[in-house]
């Protein structure tokens, strides 16, 4: 595939790709803050990622960033960060251009809603230029407690499983198994507070979530599996971030 390109700007802000070694690692910086790591945030999946930061552009400050590793088809899957944690039978199968988004976060000092809306643009504007059909990763929830999460979990149960095709099964060695759970109404309004704004955009334009999430205690968080058939999302929406993407 072919290398991606990527600049973009949006009222304040700027988006393009890490174009060396200090990009990549004033990413791996924010990452560490907004993940709370004890150590540097970084990993063997930095080296074979696009990274794409997002600056406020008359101060130069990074207030997102995310990274993107691009795949042939589901037969990569192997190389993916998720299928440390997940059993991903069904995907491997997927015969089109996969991507899997990862390390997503947001300078937890900076609020503007035109930070996530330039993100997805700029996310718009990789996945199209490589042809992806799937977009995956894991949609993190801070914390390893389930006990805020569990309207919320109650929610994905409710209406966001994967569809059997797409089924993920368990691998990591501590799961909470939402799915398993006796059947509760969740609160709408706390299930929505407590889930993350990347996994709400997901779900908005027609993603599903894996029936368990994973306990990681390395990065102090939970989180799901989280897929989307770009085939799949809302012609309306497709048009908004388009126009974002340019």
Request: glycine share 10%.
């Amino acid at each position: 595939m072919a290398e991606p390109d990527l600049s973009l700007s949006r009222g304040q802000y700027r988006a393009r790709l890490a174009a060396g070694t200090a990009d990549v690692a004033a990413a791996q910086a924010l990452r560490t803050l907004c993940f709370r790591t004890p150590g540097t945030d970084c990993d063997a999946f930095d080296s074979r990622c696009a990274h794409v930061l997002v600056e406020h552009a008359a101060s130069g400050t990074l207030v997102c960033c995310f990274r993107l590793l691009v795949l042939p088809n589901g037969g990569g899957l192997e190389h993916s960060y998720a299928a440390q944690f997940y059993e991903l039978p069904g995907l491997r199968g997927f015969a089109g251009p996969m991507a899997e988004l990862g390390r997503f976060c947001i300078h937890p000092d900076w609020h503007d809603p035109d930070i996530l809306r330039l993100a997805w643009g700029a996310m718009t504007g990789l996945v199209d230029g490589q042809g992806v059909q799937m977009l995956f990763g894991c949609s993190s929830f801070a914390g390893t407690s389930a006990a805020p999460y569990l309207d919320t979990f109650a929610l994905l149960r409710q209406r966001h499983l994967a569809p059997a095709q797409w089924r993920v099964g368990e691998k990591a060695p501590e799961v909470v198994r939402y799915a398993a759970e006796p059947q509760q109404a969740p609160d709408m309004r706390r299930a929505l507070q407590a889930m993350p704004p990347l996994l709400r955009t997901y779900l908005a334009m027609g993603g599903w979530v894996s029936d368990h999430a994973v306990v990681d205690r390395q990065m102090n968080t939970l989180h799901v599996f989280t897929g989307l058939e770009t085939g799949a999302i809302p012609e309306a929406r497709k048009r908004l971030l388009r126009a974002v993407a340019g």
